[in-house]
């Protein structure tokens, strides 16, 4: 089982590089999870065609040990596993604390025996990576951690806190950084600035993602860019990224 956490700022496309990254590995007939680890409870929502998936810490304030797996599991777009973690009404609670309280209790609950998934990836907000927000890559979840940055700058400062934080805990055993990921913004030296990061941690950019009007329209409609126009040249770039995220992944199994 391969297990991946994509981190990035708020606002940066990450769920729907994710979306259409889970979507681009399910076509190949791979077993996909995905796991929303962000308080707005909506990385999977693309994949489940506008409906929303209940959250784990939802469903844990309502019914405690009653919980059971089924009640967080939901099936999306070809066969996807789609969970979301949650978090607090805003204001009144950590909103770290629904991820800690999903990823315990898929882990309890023996989610991934049941499920057999090929490949598991943690969606996870990356504006603050303390808490319940470092739980992903965590020894004994996520193998490995792509950050998704464009050349903006508060971008960029934040994917070089997530790098950081990623090289801070190597030596704990916890995932390690797998590379960057450019979803352009189409600013000044865009390019050449994500590079510079990506040197700095002594890394790479392993994925380029274009801008592309289909994205927004597809999300209109509901459904992932891959479900939408799966033979579009946007399309083939998510494919190609699915295909690099994953060999990066294979070489230490």
Do not use: W
């Not at 409906?51 to 070809?78: C, F, H, S, T, W």
């Not at 991820?99 to 504006?127: H, N, Q, R, S, W």
């Not at 700058?153 to 590379?179: P, Q, S, T």
């Amino acid at each position: 089982m391969i297990r991946i956490a994509v981190y990035g700022k708020g606002g940066i496309g990450k769920s729907t590089t994710v979306s259409n990254v889970t979507a681009a590995l399910a076509e190949t007939g791979l077993k996909v999870m995905q796991i929303g680890c962000d308080p707005k409870a909506d990385s999977t929502i693309l994949l489940r065609h506008g409906e929303a998936v209940p959250a784990v810490l939802d469903l844990y304030n309502e019914k405690k040990q009653a919980l059971q797996l089924e009640d967080m599991i939901r099936i999306g777009y070809n066969g996807v596993i789609c969970v979301e973690a949650g978090g607090p009404t805003p204001g009144l609670g950590c909103a770290g604390r629904g991820i800690i309280t999903a990823l315990e209790k898929l882990k309890e609950l023996g989610a991934y025996d049941v499920y057999k998934p090929d490949v598991v990836i943690y969606d996870v907000l990356g504006d603050v990576v303390c808490g319940g927000f470092s739980m992903p890559m965590r020894n004994g979840y996520a193998d490995k951690v792509f950050i998704i940055t464009s050349g903006e700058n508060m971008a960029i400062h934040a994917a070089a806190n997530i790098a950081m934080a990623v090289d801070n805990f190597k030596n704990r055993g916890y995932a390690e950084l797998g590379g960057f990921i450019l979803n352009r913004r189409d600013v000044p030296r865009e390019e050449e600035k994500v590079e510079e990061l990506a040197e700095d941690f002594c890394t790479s950019v392993i994925g380029t993602l274009s801008y592309s009007e289909q994205v927004p329209l597809s999300e209109e409609q509901k459904k992932t860019l891959m479900e939408c126009y799966p033979d579009s040249a946007m399309a083939g770039e998510y494919r190609t990224l699915a295909k690099q995220m994953y060999a990066i992944c294979r070489e230490d199994v």
